[in-house]
C-alpha cells in the first residue's frame, strides 16, 4: 500500500530539486517562473515541493514539460513511499540490537495483542 504522505513529500523533494538544478536562458528557475509557466500561484509550487499539496496529473505533467524532464524521473520508486503494514512489521523484530525471524507462533501472539491495543491486526502505523 502506498503511503500518500510519503508519496507526496519524496515526488515535493524530487521536483525541488529538479526545478533547482535547472538554468534556462532566462537564468535560474525559481518557483515564481515555474508557478507562472505552469499556471499556478507561486504559493502552491511552494506547497507542491514541500509534500504540502496533493498534485493534480494534468499539473505533473504541465510541469514535468516546463523543466524538460520525463515524468518518470519525479515518480519516487515504490519502495521509498510503501506504507509498513503490521504484518510486514511482524516478519522480522530487533530488540537489544539483535534482528530475529519472528516464529509463526510468536507471529500470532504480537498480532492479537496489536489487535486488542488498536482494535484492527492489519493497522497501519
Request: glycine share 6%.
Amino acid at each position: 500500500m502506498v503511503d500518500e504522505k510519503r508519496l507526496y513529500q519524496a515526488l515535493g523533494e524530487r521536483l525541488r530539486a529538479l526545478r533547482e538544478s535547472q538554468h534556462s536562458a532566462r537564468g535560474k528557475v525559481t518557483q515564481a517562473k515555474l508557478a507562472e509557466e505552469v499556471g499556478l500561484e507561486r504559493t502552491s509550487i511552494t506547497n507542491i515541493e514541500r509534500g504540502n499539496q496533493k498534485v493534480p496529473l494534468h499539473v505533473l505533467y504541465r510541469i514535468c514539460e516546463v523543466l524538460q524532464v520525463p515524468i518518470g524521473d519525479v515518480l519516487p520508486p515504490l519502495s521509498e513511499i510503501k506504507s509498513t503494514t503490521t504484518e510486514s512489521a511482524l516478519e522480522e523484530l530487533t530488540f537489544a540490537g539483535r534482528t530475529e525471524r519472528v516464529t509463526p507462533h510468536l507471529k500470532q501472539m504480537l498480532a492479537q495483542f496489536i489487535q486488542t491495543e488498536t482494535g484492527d491486526p492489519n493497522d497501519e502505523r
